[in-house]
């Protein structure tokens, strides 16, 4: 392969300005499909999207069902001609493609966008690793090769991990990665691989930038959420006090979370803004809510829900119900820590730069939420429910 550059040839749509298309992975999942909208619809981007199947038609066709899906008010077909399929072995060395069809990806595209991650937090290092930290150096040495790529590489806020004695520093900033820090599941460790990973390409002269999400919301006009909302912790969680019939008295938490339409522009804002080069960024809504806000919520929609002190949730945990999944859920996990709140004062000071601004969530937004997972079948309905809205102003 010769370090070939698209200069002196028609190079297609690029990114911020980069020649050559888009690359993208992990387009099927509940980021990425948000991530190929607004590449396509709102960037106007040529976007090749990485995926494995059994035929490029057939992935196609599964990508298009999940536009109708996410997007029922867009249509993909005005921007059909811009989206290419790659059919191949993400874990795979060059990712099982030939030689000649490597060598035309990586002379044809000048971005990267690495959304694929595999999300359980139960599975082993061996697992996930594959994915995780694998594909992120596959990707890191097809940037080398081919037109200049900048890596845009969506980590996540879990790689601050936690801390069994107290840390010599106040807040885990952009800057942090290896920090001593200790970690409870294989995702969080899988992610901070990555990004350690990410970090040296970026020392030896790769074109990189981490992003580091949070708990991704539903959409903030539709209440849409992903497609499988059994794998999502938060979803499970609102689910499982539903079932219960009772939840935590937690008026002082706070829960940070961003809807995925916002993380998705915040990414491409940030991009897109010429200074992300070598940057590590929180994409993290600064407005969190309280889990008694939601709470409330739960209860204005006409869900009976018990409040309880967590001492008597946890002591009381084996009568108050035989449900052990939906009760584990609400008890704390993991060995006693010290708390380590994020700094994410820089990232939002480049997000303002970049004219992009978190809006504050309100009771109307999870109220949408509330009302799609009914109607997939995911929660119940409860009495009532169609009688009257919500109240508004509830958080």
Known sequence: MTNTNVKGRAAAIGFAGTAGKVLLTGASGFLGMHLLHDLLVQRGATVSCLLRGSSEQQVRRSIEDKW??????????????????????????????????????????????????????????????????GLVESLIELARYGSPKHVHHVSTVDVGGYFTEKPSFEAFTEQHLEAGQTFGDAY????????????????????????RVGFIGPHSQSGRFQQNPDHNYTSRYVRACVRLGFAPYLPKTKISLTPVDAVARAILALGASGESDGQTYYVENPHPVTHYELMRVLQAAGYPLRLMALEDVIGNAERLSGDQESIGLLLPQGPEIYPLRIDASLSLAALARAGFEHERLSGDWFGLFLRHAIDVGFLPSPRFWDVAPLPSGLF
């Open 188 to 211: 969080g460790e899988s992610k901070y691989r990555a990004e350690r990973a990410l970090r040296a390409a970026m020392a030896d002269g790769i074109a990189a930038t981490a992003y």
């Open 68 to 133: 109708r899906w996410f997007f029922p008010e867009s249509e993909l077909g005005p921007h059909a001609e811009r989206l290419g399929i790659i059919v191949a072995d993400v874990t795979a060395p060059r990712f099982g493609l030939s030689e000649r069809a490597y060598d035309g990806l990586a002379e044809t595209h000048g971005a990267i966008f690495n959304v694929a991650a595999n999300v359980s937090g139960g599975g082993g290092l061996a697992e996930i690793l594959p994915i995780n930290l």
